[in-house]
Structures are given as structure tokens and as C-alpha cells.
Nanobody, 124 residues
Framework: QLQLVASGGGLVQTGGSLRLSCAGS????????IGWFRQAPGKEHEGVSC????????TYADSVKGRFTISRDNAKNTVYLQMNSLKPEDTAIYYC?????????????????WGQGTQVTVSS
């Protein structure tokens, strides 16, 4: 099991920004495509965004396109999710994890369990 820890969540007003970080421990993240997922209270998990191991390809859910940006710094063994123009419907616990890669593109399909998530709350 890969051990990934998400951090950077918090409470922000509508229209605000947050940057989440996903750090790997005991292994190198640059071997994997990494994705962000979220779960709001009473709802199913939702894939948010993913990035291939090289950073050359990214995927976004329609609900966050144009507002969220995923990036990675393999030297720091960290993947980031910059979230701008936040909305109350973005409120959720955010998790990161390794995802499937097909034809050099990442898919929002987890291939391993998620580690500790981080709470994002957007107030109206």
C-alpha cells in the first residue's frame, strides 16, 4: 500500500483559494500518476483531477475545469492541487492516491487505497 498524505485544507469563503499538497512517504511518487478525489457528506466519492508521472498530461472533472490546477514537483515528491474560485459545493474531504494510466493519460480510477484526507470547507 502506497502511503500518501493530503494536507492544506481549511475553511475559506466562496471565491477564495486553497492549495492542497499530496506527499508520499517511503516511496517515490514519480513512478505513478496521482489523482485527487473528494467525498462530500452523504455523497459518493468523486474524481477531481489527475496528473501523469511526468506531468505531461492532466485530467479534470467537468465540475472543476477552469478553477482547479494540478501540478507536481517530483524533486519534492509532492503533487499539488491549486483550487481557485471555490464554491460551497467544493466542500468535502479531499484525498490523493495513485491512479490508472492508459495510453499516456491518467484516469480517475484509483489503483490503491487512499491515505489520510484533508477537509476543505467553503462558506457561502
Amino acid at each position: 500500500q502506497l502511503q500518501l498524505v493530503a494536507s492544506g485544507g481549511g475553511l475559506v469563503q466562496t471565491g477564495g483559494s486553497l492549495r492542497l499538497s499530496c506527499a508520499g512517504s517511503r516511496f517515490s511518487l514519480d513512478d505513478y500518476s496521482i489523482g485527487w478525489f473528494r467525498q462530500a457528506p452523504g455523497k459518493e466519492h468523486e474524481g477531481v483531477s489527475c496528473i501523469t508521472s511526468s506531468g505531461g498530461s492532466t485530467t479534470y472533472a467537468d465540475s472543476v475545469k477552469g478553477r482547479f490546477t494540478i501540478s507536481r514537483d517530483n524533486a519534492k515528491n509532492t503533487v499539488y492541487l491549486q483550487m481557485n474560485s471555490l464554491k460551497p459545493e467544493d466542500t468535502a474531504i479531499y484525498y490523493c492516491g495513485a491512479v490508472r494510466t492508459t495510453d499516456r493519460m491518467c484516469q480517475l480510477i484509483p489503483i490503491d487505497s487512499w491515505g489520510q484526507g484533508t477537509q476543505v470547507t467553503v462558506s457561502s
